[in-house]
């Protein structure tokens, strides 16, 4: 069985997301590889100075190009589609679906510069599945911080009458009914916010467990654009 691959795809001016990756996820799976991919050759060509026996780096784009043409347990991409128009999203998403291995994720995502306020998008082989917003709870004023963050097939789409501006709206009016909480701790203020999120119908995932991290996921379906 071949070893787990993931991919870093656009990993910037330096590859720190790459390598951090191989840190953490080596944690649950030793034998892992990770490959940081970036169209500039500038910035390939620097990274190869920090490449480890588990960390790579190739010059590519969305073709994800892997040694011996294998296919990817996971493909990263944070802050990358945001560059393109709205209009070029799916085709993007199709052509990286093509480049997952059976059961695999890609990640489409935004997030801010320290990583504090984040959303993404997960997509299987057959399209997308889940969005998920996850936020640093520590002095959060409002969860709806992340309408400044939206993936790019969303956020041109946080206006009245879709329904990721309905989803950003009730998830901060829960966050105002829960504020009592925050006395205890931002935490169980956010438990409270995301329970109430699924007890008012909304397609949640996970536990409690996920969700005192900050994080929010719900089916994509329930927040994708109207067409």
């Given at each position: 069985?071949?070893?787990?691959?993931?991919?870093?795809?656009?990993?910037?001016?330096?590859?720190?997301?790459?390598?951090?990756?191989?840190?953490?996820?080596?944690?649950?799976?030793?034998?892992?590889?990770?490959?940081?991919?970036?169209?500039?050759?500038?910035?390939?060509?620097?990274?190869?100075?920090?490449?480890?026996?588990?960390?790579?780096?190739?010059?590519?784009?969305?073709?994800?190009?892997?040694?011996?043409?294998?296919?990817?347990?996971?493909?990263?991409?944070?802050?990358?589609?945001?560059?393109?128009?709205?209009?070029?999203v799916a085709e993007i998403w199709t052509r990286v679906q093509t480049r997952l291995s059976p059961g695999g994720i890609f990640l489409d995502g935004?997030?801010?510069?320290?990583?504090?306020?984040?959303?993404?998008?997960?997509?299987?082989?057959?399209?997308?599945?889940?969005?998920?917003?996850?936020?640093?709870?520590?002095?959060?004023?409002?969860?709806?911080?992340?309408?400044?963050?939206?993936?790019?097939?969303?956020?041109?789409?946080?206006?009245?009458?879709?329904?990721?501006?309905?989803?950003?709206?009730?998830?901060?009016?829960?966050?105002?009914?829960?504020?009592?909480?925050?006395?205890?701790?931002?935490?169980?203020?956010?438990?409270?916010?995301?329970?109430?999120?699924?007890?008012?119908?909304?397609?949640?995932?996970?536990?409690?467990?996920?969700?005192?991290?900050?994080?929010?996921?719900?089916?994509?379906?329930?927040?994708?654009?109207?067409?």
């Amino acid at each position: 069985m071949l070893d787990p691959l993931v991919v870093d795809l656009g990993y910037g001016a330096a590859p720190h997301t790459a390598l951090e990756l191989a840190d953490r996820l080596a944690l649950v799976q030793p034998r892992l590889r990770v490959i940081g991919i970036e169209i500039d050759p500038e910035r390939v060509a620097s990274a190869q100075t920090s490449a480890t026996e588990r960390v790579s780096f190739v010059r590519g784009g969305f073709e994800i190009p892997l040694p011996e043409n294998r296919t990817a347990d996971v493909i990263r991409a944070f802050n990358v589609l945001r560059q393109y128009d709205e209009s070029e999203v799916a085709e993007i998403w199709t052509r990286v679906q093509t480049r997952l291995s059976p059961g695999g994720i890609f990640l489409d995502g935004t997030c801010d510069e320290i990583g504090r306020v984040a959303t993404w998008v997960s997509l299987g082989k057959d399209g997308p599945e889940s969005f998920t917003v996850s936020l640093r709870l520590a002095e959060l004023d409002t969860p709806s911080i992340a309408a400044e963050r939206l993936v790019k097939a969303l956020i041109h789409r946080n206006v009245e009458g879709e329904e990721i501006h309905r989803f950003l709206r009730d998830l901060d009016r829960q966050w105002m009914v829960a504020a009592p909480l925050q006395v205890y701790s931002p935490i169980q203020r956010w438990t409270a916010t995301v329970r109430a999120m699924k007890d008012s119908g909304w397609s949640v995932q996970g536990t409690a467990a996920v969700w005192r991290l900050g994080e929010i996921t719900v089916d994509w379906s329930a927040v994708s654009p109207r067409r």
